[in-house]
T-cell receptor, first 114, second 113 residues
Framework: NAGVTQTPKFQVLKTGQSMTLQCAQDMNHEYMSWYRQDPGMGLRLIHYSVGAGITDQGEVPNGYNVSRSTTEDFPLRLLSAAPSQTSVYFC?????????????FGPGTRLTVL | DQQVKQNSPSLSVQEGRISILNCDYTNSMFDYFLWYKKYPAEGPTFLISISSIKDKNEDGRFTVFLNKSAKHLSLHIVPSQPGDSAVYFCAASALQGAQKLVFGQGTRLTINP
């Protein structure tokens, strides 16, 4: 199993540009999430999905869109990039069953918006 | 409003000694707590968790303690090893199995030989 994969690893955008961060998992997990990590702020939840076709907002959803057309993929779209979106983005997945919240994280995408 | 706080940005411990990482929370609805470990340029990896019905959970060298009345939890690593050098995040959720995890800011642990 590859686990959770994210592409690209690095990206530089200009203000106003749009792009999609890709996330895929091969563990047949129902739940998937997107987080951003900023210095001194830990990880903050952007959007999450509890299954194909179902998404919901997290703590910091503004400026981001998501969709979940398949169990495997959960892309994150930046509609019009802003410097405040410079961050490291992590995708995570977990099974819908089981007792705990153990989430499996991808390696991250480092995004810089100029 | 930071609901989960790790007030020590960094901690330095000698190899073989005990490392104690602390975490405080403000939301009394949190009932499940997790610790994640993160190396540079990698995603966080799950370390250990504890339910609010327990006050201690142990897994090898790692033990998590929960004090609900003080809204405080701690992670003990004994003995500390150089490979333990990483950033440690505390996280909490309001319902076991819920998707919304709230993370602390992280503590960078350095184990000195």
């Amino acid at each position: 199993n590859a686990g959770v994969t994210q592409t690209p690893k690095f990206q530089v955008l200009k203000t106003g540009q749009s792009m999609t961060l890709q996330c895929a998992q091969d563990m047949n997990h129902e739940y998937m999430s997107w987080y951003r990590q900023d210095p001194g702020m830990g990880l903050r939840l952007i959007h999450y999905s509890v299954g194909a076709g179902i998404t919901d907002q997290g703590e910091v959803p503004n400026g981001y869109n998501v969709s979940r057309s398949t169990t495997e993929d959960f892309p994150l779209r930046l509609l019009s990039a802003a410097p405040s979106q410079t961050s490291v983005y992590f995708c995570a997945s977990r099974t819908g069953t089981g007792k705990n919240n153990e989430q499996f994280f991808g390696p991250g995408t480092r995004l810089t918006v100029l | 409003d930071q609901q989960v706080k790790q007030n020590s940005p960094s901690l330095s411990v000698q190899e073989g000694r005990i490392s104690i990482l602390n975490c405080d929370y403000t939301n009394s609805m949190f009932d499940y707590f997790l610790w994640y470990k993160k190396y540079p340029a990698e995603g966080p990896t799950f370390l250990i968790s504890i339910s609010s019905i327990k006050d201690k959970n142990e897994d090898g060298r790692f033990t998590v303690f929960l004090n609900k009345s003080a809204k405080h939890l701690s992670l003990h690593i004994v003995p500390s090893q150089p490979g333990d050098s990483a950033v440690y995040f505390c996280a909490a959720s309001a319902l076991q199995g819920a998707q919304k995890l709230v993370f602390g800011q992280g503590t960078r642990l350095t184990i000195n030989p």
